[in-house]
């Protein structure tokens, strides 16, 4: 799946962009090599088969719940035109198992949990996206929240062509 990997700064998040399924939000930096991996949330058909036997390597999930990722998966879509061309917005939702109560972290790093309700992409259509390699977009949080308590609980995401020498910023 394509996915667009980028850092929230100011709350040291490492946000991945899977556009039009989930966004993921993990606290601290990650590498961006390691993000790509998909992680390790399915079984071999065979029982006796361990995690290798895959012909691609997966990343295993985190045991700690400090270090599990707060999923948003896509809740709606639409499209806006306005001057500067047609943009698709895209609106993720957190989701929540009945019986997920997280225990309270100890981390210096704000929990994703307790400040983001939502996540808003912006994406601009691209039709020269398949010409180029890699095909990887880029994503740049415009606005997150920035401690608990605070009216706004949405993070504003843009996913766009990737600039020249351009990388994610920590």
């Not at 989930?22 to 071999?44: C, H, I, K, Q, S």
């Not at 270090?67 to 709606?76: G, H, I, M, T, V």
């Not at 920035?146 to 990388?167: F, L, P, Q, S």
Request: glycine share 4%; charged share 25%; hydrophobic share 35%.
């Amino acid at each position: 799946m394509q996915q667009s990997i980028c850092y929230d700064a100011a709350n040291r998040w490492t946000v991945s962009v899977a556009w039009g399924f989930v966004v993921t939000v993990t606290r601290g930096v990650m590498p961006a090599r390691e993000m790509e991996m998909p992680a390790r949330t399915f079984l071999n058909w065979y029982r006796r088969a361990d995690y290798k036997a895959h012909a691609f390597n997966t990343r295993p999930l985190a045991r700690n719940q400090c270090e599990r990722p707060a999923l948003y998966y896509l809740a709606s879509a639409r499209r806006t035109v306005v001057r500067t061309g047609e943009t698709t917005v895209t609106r993720y939702q957190r989701w929540r198992h009945r019986n997920d109560v997280r225990p309270p972290c100890q981390w210096r790093i704000p929990d994703p949990d307790a400040l983001l309700d939502s996540v808003i992409v912006l994406k601009k259509p691209d039709p020269g996206l398949w010409d180029r390699s890699p095909m990887r977009n880029c994503c740049r949080v415009l606005s997150s929240p920035r401690k608990e308590g605070g009216g706004n609980k949405t993070m504003t995401i843009d996913v766009g062509v990737c600039k020249d020498w351009v990388y994610s910023q920590v």
